[in-house]
């Protein structure tokens, strides 16, 4: 029996050291996933599913959406939130960050409304999460569980554009990092690329700054310091940059970071080290 103002909670996570987290809190959890055969005991037995950035990581979302189905009461509410594919051109421009490994399936509001319906439910309302500095732009959606279950006849207009626009802007971004980096070669001097990430490792690729004279490589992550990286057959040590030294004060520093966020806090970092570098961000 509940007691008024007060609800069941029950977590479930592929982690068990995040199920411990839970149950020290006192919520039960168990270990388990979205696959994960649903006991008996909890058919049909909670008014509220909600999935925080997991669907964009399953291999069979249609099946995962079964199982929360089977959860839920009749007119429960499943609660999803996953990027948002409408403003990828908003959020982190860069393709490294988008289109990674670990995201297996990309969601408009049309092709979640089309997942959605197939398995039995109907969408109740939704929004964009579309916060400053945000890693991602997200979209929320709350749908409501049916006894109507039925393909829907949704084409997914909204991603098709939104795809052919970001590439687009992709190509003139990296049109202006060529122009940034011809205006450093033609002085002549030596570049720190700071920042060894996905980002750093594409515009490596993709540009003619793998060919500049690179001094020194750096990264904030403690975990890549003293690990190497050979660009152009030269071996460089990656310094992490909390121990950065004295260097060249004609060397301009390219910083390369997936987050707006990041930036200004490494030119902060910058700063404190009394650096008196140009700074250029790709």
């Not at 319906?117 to 939704?126: D, H, K, L, P, T």
Request: contains cysteine.
């Amino acid at each position: 029996m509940r007691e008024a103002g007060y609800c069941n909670l029950y977590g479930m996570d592929v982690s068990a050291e995040n199920v411990k987290i839970l149950n020290e809190m006192g919520i039960h959890g168990e270990v388990a996933g979205v696959n994960t055969p649903v006991s008996p005991d909890y058919k049909n037995f909670f008014d509220f599913v909600f999935l925080n950035a997991v669907l964009e990581h399953i291999l069979f979302p249609r099946k995962a959406i079964g199982n929360m189905r089977s959860y839920l009461k009749n007119n429960g509410k499943l609660i999803i939130i996953v990027p948002d594919m409408n403003l990828i051109g908003t959020g982190n421009d860069d393709p490294s960050h988008h289109f990674h490994h670990e995201h297996i399936n990309y969601f408009s509001i049309m092709s979640l409304d089309r997942l959605m319906i197939s398995e039995g439910f109907r969408r109740v309302c939704y929004k964009n999460i579309d916060e400053k500095n945000d890693l991602e732009k997200l979209l929320l959606a709350i749908y409501e569980k049916t006894d109507n279950v039925s393909e829907a006849d949704i084409v997914d207009t909204i991603s098709a554009r939104a795809i052919d626009e970001y590439f687009q802007k992709q190509r003139n971004r990296l049109k202006l990092t060529e122009q940034k980096l011809d205006d450093i070669a033609k002085d002549g001097g030596s570049v720190i690329l700071w920042g060894m990430g996905a980002r750093m490792m594409q515009t490596l690729a993709n540009t003619r700054l793998q060919y500049m004279n690179i001094e020194k490589c750096v990264d904030g992550n403690a975990v890549k310091r003293n690990t190497s990286i050979t660009i152009n057959e030269k071996e460089f040590m990656i310094e992490y940059s909390e121990d950065i030294g004295k260097i060249n004060n004609n060397s301009v520093i390219i910083v390369c970071c997936n987050s707006k966020q990041y930036e200004s806090e490494i030119e902060n970092l910058i700063l404190q080290k009394k650096l008196r570098n140009k700074i250029v961000f790709l």
